[in-house]
């Protein structure tokens, strides 16, 4: 079976480099986006969705839904790094690298935390996984799928895993077991405009 681990589509915020809310709505060129990758899996054998319930998130998830047909659930360890009293903030006013390695958000996740809960994540993703009978879809957030691919998955030695490898709705293909990412941060359902670089967080 395949796993298709789905980043969020765009919002005003990521477009802006800020980091974001829990609430952050998808933009206008993020709901066309999400569109555009439900329209890519609306054939696929998707047995189920899976996705992080902050808003951008979970509307990508539905418009996947939309397309596919296939049940959408709730996973809370799917969502992105908290980001604590940094969030509503601009990268360029914040005076510091908040993804730095020993940074940790004042009242946020340290890199530690976060990489443990993406850990628990992907164990919960292959829960469902083998409990679905089909492919499994899972819609998360970007640095959700950066700390997959250098933490969690191997990856072919020909994949570029800089920031923009994974793009606002780029496709991650996870086969197995054993488990390994064999397509990584694919967007060819975007064209023209969907194109546009988003911050990660």
């Known amino acids: 079976m395949a796993i298709f681990v789905v980043r969020h589509g765009e919002t005003d ?3 802006g480099r800020v980091i974001q ?18 329209e ?7 047995g189920k969705i899976i996705a992080s319930d902050y808003a951008r998130a979970y509307s990508t998830a539905e418009a996947i839904q939309a397309a596919n047909g296939a049940p959408l659930e709730v996973v809370t360890t799917l969502r992105e790094r908290h980001y604590g009293d940094l969030r509503g903030k601009a990268y360029n006013a914040l005076g510091i690298d908040p ?22 994540a992907w164990a919960e993703v292959l829960t469902h996984a083998a409990a679905t009978a ?22 072919p030695d020909d994949v570029d895993l800089s920031v923009k490898a994974f793009r606002n709705t780029s ?31």
């Open 134 to 155: 089909g492919d499994l879809c899972v819609v998360t957030h970007g640095l959700v799928l950066r700390s997959l691919v250098d933490r969690v998955l191997p990856t």
């Open 171 to 201: 496709v991650t293909m996870v086969e197995g077991p054993p488990w390994r990412a064999t397509l990584v941060g694919c967007h060819t359902h975007l064209t023209g405009d969907l194109l546009a670089d988003g911050a990660l967080a």
């Open 40 to 46: 890519r899996f609306s054939a696929a054998p998707i």
């Open 13 to 15: 915020l990521n477009a």
């Open 99 to 120: 993804h730095a390695p020993d940074y940790a958000p004042p009242n946020g996740e340290s890199w530690t935390v976060f990489h443990e809960r993406v850990e628990k």
């Open 21 to 38: 809310w829990p609430d952050t709505p998808l933009s206008a060129r993020g709901t066309r986006q999400a569109k555009a990758v439900g």
